[in-house]
């Protein structure tokens, strides 16, 4: 089960799971309370949490749903890193803390070592955790940093432009767009748009759509 408010997000987290046999997503919550009424009905034995929801903290969310289901594993899934933020994670009874910089590829690191039977995660204690995760975005940040016209094509394509459109705006050809993109894809690890836009929103590259239209608002 994915409990995201973004639906960029769980949209992504959705096709990238749904191309591993191993994995079926049984539903997608946009709230804590959803997710509590849909843990009930499709009993889930992974969910991965948002730590960041509009209704409750995910502390609260995770002792709700650990809760309804006690052999529930929960891997919170937050845009913060810090020692305080992992340690009220893991005292609410999250089995691994991924930071949404870290990317696709720390997520299903962890999924990989649930599917394996593999009780603790590395880096349990939370110092480890914190330090591991800086690193691994650390290094993620130098080795895939778009370039600057890269960068403007993703913002663009994350509003739901066309390649077409993102061309006119930018002033250059669509073939030059879908080659930035495909590049990206690449670079990133991801195997479509939906997937691409959701990996630069959680490594901080680009702002989330929401994020972007409350930053154009006229302050009062």
């Not at 509590?36 to 948002?50: C, F, G, K, S, Y």
């Not at 432009?161 to 495909?182: C, D, G, N, P, W």
Request: hydrophobic residues 40%; negative net charge; glycine residues 4%.
């Amino acid at each position: 089960m994915i409990v995201d408010d973004h639906e960029v997000v769980t949209e992504g987290l959705t096709a990238a799971l749904g191309r591993d046999e191993r994995f079926e997503v049984v539903g997608v919550a946009h709230t804590g309370a959803e997710a509590r009424l849909l843990a009930r009905r499709t009993l889930p034995d992974v969910v991965i949490l948002d730590m960041h929801l509009p209704d409750m903290p995910g502390d609260d969310v995770c002792r709700q749903l650990r809760t309804v289901l006690p052999s529930v594993s929960i891997i919170a899934l937050s845009a913060y890193l810090s020692e305080a933020a992992v340690r009220s994670a893991m005292e609410a009874g999250v089995w691994a803390y991924v930071t949404k910089a870290a990317g696709l590829p720390e997520l299903r690191a962890n999924l990989d070592r649930l599917w394996s039977q593999q009780r603790e995660p590395e880096h349990r204690t939370v110092p480890g955790i914190v330090k591991y995760l800086e690193t691994l975005v650390r290094e993620r940040s130098e080795d895939q940093a778009p370039t600057p016209q890269q960068a403007r094509v993703l913002e663009l394509l994350a509003r739901g432009l066309t390649y077409r459109k993102i061309a006119e705006e930018l002033m250059i050809s669509e073939s030059t767009v879908r080659f930035h993109i495909q590049k990206l894809k690449v670079k990133l690890g991801t195997n479509s748009k939906t997937e691409l836009v959701v990996q630069c929103i959680r490594m901080g590259i680009i702002a989330s759509p929401d994020q972007e239209a409350r930053r154009s608002e006229p302050s009062d």
